[in-house]
């Protein structure tokens, strides 16, 4: 089994900024790829960034104020959110794509999630 364990949401006025960490553990054989995504209320759950071998991904309404960055060693990833809007309010989930046994597929994991409100 595989846990990823999210921490660093919050309550933040506009302007402001919040790190996000989410850290992978369990039956872990090899990690192809961490990200984020978020989810507001009413909305589809979306893609904010992601990183795979050092090559990051993000979400063109995000570009330019956050940055996601990763620790292999931790099997940990971090999600530094500058310059915070309201339409930034979300449930944000840490995803992982996760190999646990060699030479089998690598599979979907995620986490429980975590609330970040931006106040106007």
């Known amino acids: 089994q595989v846990q990823l364990v999210e921490s660093g949401g919050g309550l933040v006025q506009a302007g402001g900024s919040l790190r996000l960490s989410c850290a992978a553990s369990?039956?872990?054989?090899?990690?192809?790829?961490m990200g984020w995504y978020r989810q507001a209320p009413g909305k589809q759950r979306e893609l904010v960034a992601n990183i795979s071998g050092g090559s990051t991904n993000y979400a063109d309404s995000v570009k330019g104020r956050f940055t996601i960055s990763g620790d292999d060693a931790k099997n940990t990833v971090y999600l530094q959110m500058n310059s915070l809007e309201p339409e930034d309010t979300a449930v944000y989930y840490c995803n992982a794509k996760v190999q646990t046994i060699p030479h089998r597929p690598y599979y979907d994991y995620w986490g429980q999630g975590t609330q970040v409100t931006v106040s106007s």
């Open positions: 369990g039956s872990i054989f090899s990690i192809n790829a």
